[in-house]
Protein backbone atom coordinates (compact mmCIF):
# COMPACT_ATOMS: atom_id res chain seq x y z
CA UNK A 1 0.00 0.00 0.00
CA UNK A 2 0.73 3.67 0.09
CA UNK A 3 2.86 4.90 2.50
CA UNK A 4 5.32 8.40 3.61
CA UNK A 5 8.65 8.01 5.02
CA UNK A 6 9.53 11.63 7.55
CA UNK A 7 12.63 12.29 9.33
CA UNK A 8 12.49 11.94 12.88
CA UNK A 9 12.56 15.10 14.78
CA UNK A 10 12.54 16.90 16.45
CA UNK A 11 14.91 19.26 14.43
CA UNK A 12 15.83 22.02 16.55
CA UNK A 13 17.27 25.25 14.48
CA UNK A 14 18.12 28.86 15.37
CA UNK A 15 16.02 31.39 13.89
CA UNK A 16 16.98 32.68 10.49
CA UNK A 17 18.71 29.32 9.51
CA UNK A 18 17.91 27.11 6.48
CA UNK A 19 15.58 24.81 6.52
CA UNK A 20 14.67 21.30 5.16
CA UNK A 21 12.58 18.38 6.02
CA UNK A 22 13.08 15.30 4.21
CA UNK A 23 10.09 13.17 3.04
CA UNK A 24 9.89 10.56 0.82
CA UNK A 25 6.90 8.06 -0.43
CA UNK A 26 6.15 5.10 -2.13
CA UNK A 27 2.37 5.08 -4.02
CA UNK A 28 1.67 3.29 -7.33
CA UNK A 29 -0.09 5.67 -10.13
CA UNK A 30 0.62 9.27 -9.48
CA UNK A 31 -0.45 10.79 -6.18
CA UNK A 32 -1.04 14.36 -5.22
CA UNK A 33 1.36 15.19 -2.42
CA UNK A 34 1.03 18.09 0.52
CA UNK A 35 2.72 19.41 3.41
CA UNK A 36 0.55 20.01 6.62
CA UNK A 37 1.47 22.25 9.92
CA UNK A 38 0.17 21.85 13.56
CA UNK A 39 0.70 24.56 15.92
CA UNK A 40 0.56 23.51 19.45
CA UNK A 41 -3.23 22.67 20.48
CA UNK A 42 -4.76 23.25 16.80
CA UNK A 43 -5.89 20.86 14.16
CA UNK A 44 -3.73 20.55 10.57
CA UNK A 45 -3.84 23.36 8.30
CA UNK A 46 -2.43 22.61 4.80
CA UNK A 47 0.79 24.73 3.87
CA UNK A 48 1.43 23.71 0.65
CA UNK A 49 0.60 21.20 -1.99
CA UNK A 50 1.95 19.69 -5.75
CA UNK A 51 -0.29 17.94 -7.88
CA UNK A 52 1.91 16.66 -10.69
CA UNK A 53 5.86 15.71 -11.18
CA UNK A 54 8.35 18.92 -11.10
CA UNK A 55 5.17 20.98 -9.28
CA UNK A 56 6.73 23.44 -6.82
CA UNK A 57 3.93 24.11 -3.86
CA UNK A 58 4.53 26.91 -2.01
CA UNK A 59 3.69 29.13 0.84
CA UNK A 60 4.38 31.57 3.84
CA UNK A 61 8.21 31.04 2.69
CA UNK A 62 7.99 27.32 2.66
CA UNK A 63 8.27 25.55 -0.50
CA UNK A 64 9.07 21.65 -1.72
CA UNK A 65 8.94 20.37 -5.43
CA UNK A 66 7.49 17.14 -6.68
CA UNK A 67 10.17 14.72 -7.52
CA UNK A 68 9.00 12.09 -8.81
CA UNK A 69 12.29 10.01 -9.84
CA UNK A 70 13.25 9.90 -6.39
CA UNK A 71 9.77 9.69 -4.68
CA UNK A 72 10.31 12.92 -2.98
CA UNK A 73 8.91 16.14 -1.78
CA UNK A 74 10.93 18.12 0.38
CA UNK A 75 9.92 20.42 3.02
CA UNK A 76 12.25 23.87 2.86
CA UNK A 77 12.61 27.47 3.92
CA UNK A 78 15.22 29.59 3.62
CA UNK A 79 14.80 31.29 6.84
CA UNK A 80 13.19 29.82 9.84
CA UNK A 81 11.21 32.23 12.36
CA UNK A 82 10.51 31.04 15.91
CA UNK A 83 6.60 31.57 14.77
CA UNK A 84 7.55 28.71 12.56
CA UNK A 85 7.58 26.24 15.61
CA UNK A 86 5.25 23.56 14.75
CA UNK A 87 5.08 19.92 13.86
CA UNK A 88 5.05 19.20 9.69
CA UNK A 89 3.11 16.64 8.48
CA UNK A 90 4.14 14.92 4.54
CA UNK A 91 0.66 13.15 3.00
CA UNK A 92 0.19 12.13 -0.20
CA UNK A 93 -3.38 11.56 -1.80
CA UNK A 94 -3.83 8.81 -4.26
CA UNK A 95 -7.16 9.65 -5.11
CA UNK A 96 -8.88 6.46 -3.24
CA UNK A 97 -11.95 7.73 -1.72
CA UNK A 98 -10.11 11.40 -1.30
CA UNK A 99 -8.14 9.42 1.53
CA UNK A 100 -4.61 10.64 2.92
CA UNK A 101 -1.80 8.93 3.92
CA UNK A 102 0.16 10.90 6.15
CA UNK A 103 3.98 10.33 7.16
CA UNK A 104 4.60 10.50 10.97
CA UNK A 105 5.57 14.30 11.43
CA UNK A 106 8.36 15.75 12.12
CA UNK A 107 8.66 18.75 15.37
CA UNK A 108 10.28 21.96 14.28
CA UNK A 109 11.97 23.69 17.39
CA UNK A 110 13.02 27.31 16.15
CA UNK A 111 15.33 29.06 19.38
CA UNK A 112 15.72 33.03 18.88
CA UNK B 1 -18.34 30.56 8.78
CA UNK B 2 -16.99 28.29 11.80
CA UNK B 3 -15.21 25.67 9.55
CA UNK B 4 -14.84 22.05 10.74
CA UNK B 5 -15.55 22.32 14.70
CA UNK B 6 -15.08 19.03 17.52
CA UNK B 7 -17.23 18.41 20.93
CA UNK B 8 -16.02 18.02 22.90
CA UNK B 9 -12.35 19.62 23.05
CA UNK B 10 -11.52 17.11 26.07
CA UNK B 11 -12.81 13.90 27.92
CA UNK B 12 -11.43 11.53 30.72
CA UNK B 13 -13.09 8.06 30.44
CA UNK B 14 -13.17 4.79 32.48
CA UNK B 15 -12.48 1.49 30.85
CA UNK B 16 -15.55 0.23 29.47
CA UNK B 17 -17.11 3.27 29.23
CA UNK B 18 -18.79 4.49 25.93
CA UNK B 19 -19.03 7.88 24.38
CA UNK B 20 -19.59 9.93 21.04
CA UNK B 21 -17.36 12.54 19.67
CA UNK B 22 -19.32 15.03 17.47
CA UNK B 23 -17.85 16.46 14.08
CA UNK B 24 -19.81 19.24 12.55
CA UNK B 25 -18.61 21.27 9.04
CA UNK B 26 -20.75 23.91 7.47
CA UNK B 27 -18.89 24.19 4.27
CA UNK B 28 -21.24 21.95 2.63
CA UNK B 29 -18.79 19.43 2.00
CA UNK B 30 -19.18 15.27 0.78
CA UNK B 31 -16.26 13.63 2.28
CA UNK B 32 -15.85 13.64 5.94
CA UNK B 33 -13.06 11.66 8.17
CA UNK B 34 -11.89 10.68 11.42
CA UNK B 35 -7.94 10.02 12.52
CA UNK B 36 -6.16 9.43 15.24
CA UNK B 37 -3.15 10.81 16.41
CA UNK B 38 -0.99 8.99 18.15
CA UNK B 39 3.16 10.15 18.93
CA UNK B 40 5.52 9.07 16.20
CA UNK B 41 3.03 7.37 14.36
CA UNK B 42 1.55 10.39 12.50
CA UNK B 43 -2.25 10.58 11.39
CA UNK B 44 -4.10 7.05 11.02
CA UNK B 45 -7.98 6.46 9.38
CA UNK B 46 -10.55 5.33 11.76
CA UNK B 47 -13.48 5.89 9.62
CA UNK B 48 -14.67 7.95 6.61
CA UNK B 49 -18.15 9.00 4.60
CA UNK B 50 -18.47 9.80 0.77
CA UNK B 51 -21.54 11.27 1.53
CA UNK B 52 -24.85 11.15 3.47
CA UNK B 53 -25.78 7.76 4.79
CA UNK B 54 -22.44 6.37 3.97
CA UNK B 55 -19.64 5.36 5.81
CA UNK B 56 -16.96 2.72 5.33
CA UNK B 57 -14.07 1.50 7.58
CA UNK B 58 -10.03 2.90 7.54
CA UNK B 59 -6.86 1.81 8.46
CA UNK B 60 -7.90 1.23 12.36
CA UNK B 61 -11.50 0.70 12.86
CA UNK B 62 -11.61 -1.88 15.24
CA UNK B 63 -13.44 -0.60 18.35
CA UNK B 64 -15.17 2.52 16.38
CA UNK B 65 -18.39 3.05 15.42
CA UNK B 66 -19.42 6.32 13.25
CA UNK B 67 -22.53 7.25 11.68
CA UNK B 68 -23.57 10.13 8.64
CA UNK B 69 -27.32 10.67 9.43
CA UNK B 70 -26.68 15.07 8.51
CA UNK B 71 -24.61 15.91 5.85
CA UNK B 72 -22.80 18.09 7.77
CA UNK B 73 -21.65 15.85 10.86
CA UNK B 74 -20.15 12.99 11.31
CA UNK B 75 -20.24 11.05 14.74
CA UNK B 76 -17.32 8.70 15.71
CA UNK B 77 -18.54 6.26 19.01
CA UNK B 78 -16.74 4.06 21.17
CA UNK B 79 -18.57 1.50 23.06
CA UNK B 80 -16.22 0.16 25.54
CA UNK B 81 -13.34 2.65 25.85
CA UNK B 82 -10.35 0.83 26.28
CA UNK B 83 -6.85 2.41 27.42
CA UNK B 84 -5.54 1.84 23.95
CA UNK B 85 -7.95 4.03 22.51
CA UNK B 86 -6.30 6.97 24.64
CA UNK B 87 -5.21 9.56 21.89
CA UNK B 88 -6.26 12.53 20.20
CA UNK B 89 -9.07 12.61 17.93
CA UNK B 90 -9.29 15.07 14.12
CA UNK B 91 -12.01 15.40 12.08
CA UNK B 92 -11.73 16.66 8.47
CA UNK B 93 -13.74 17.07 5.64
CA UNK B 94 -13.21 18.14 1.53
CA UNK B 95 -15.28 19.30 -1.40
CA UNK B 96 -14.10 16.34 -3.45
CA UNK B 97 -10.80 18.05 -4.09
CA UNK B 98 -7.16 17.65 -2.50
CA UNK B 99 -7.30 19.52 0.32
CA UNK B 100 -8.84 18.27 3.32
CA UNK B 101 -10.14 21.02 6.15
CA UNK B 102 -9.43 19.42 9.97
CA UNK B 103 -10.99 20.20 13.26
CA UNK B 104 -9.20 21.60 16.21
CA UNK B 105 -9.23 18.21 17.93
CA UNK B 106 -10.27 16.03 20.82
CA UNK B 107 -7.86 14.77 23.55
CA UNK B 108 -9.09 11.37 24.70
CA UNK B 109 -8.01 9.85 27.93
CA UNK B 110 -9.03 6.47 28.84
CA UNK B 111 -8.19 5.40 32.48
Known amino acids: GDSVTQMEGPVTLSEEAFLTINCTYTATGYPSLFWYVQYPGEGLQLLLK?????DKGSNKGFEATYRKETTSFHLEKGSVQVSDSAVYFCALNNNAGNMLTFGGGTRLMVKP | NAGVTQTPKFRVLKTGQSMTLLCAQD?????MYWYRQDPGMGLRLIHYSVGEGTTAKGEVPDGYNVSRLKKQNFLLGLESAAPSQTSVYFC??????????FGPGTRLTVL
Open chain 1, 50 to 54: ATKAD
Open chain 2, 27 to 31: MNHEY
Open chain 2, 92 to 101: ASTAGGDTQY
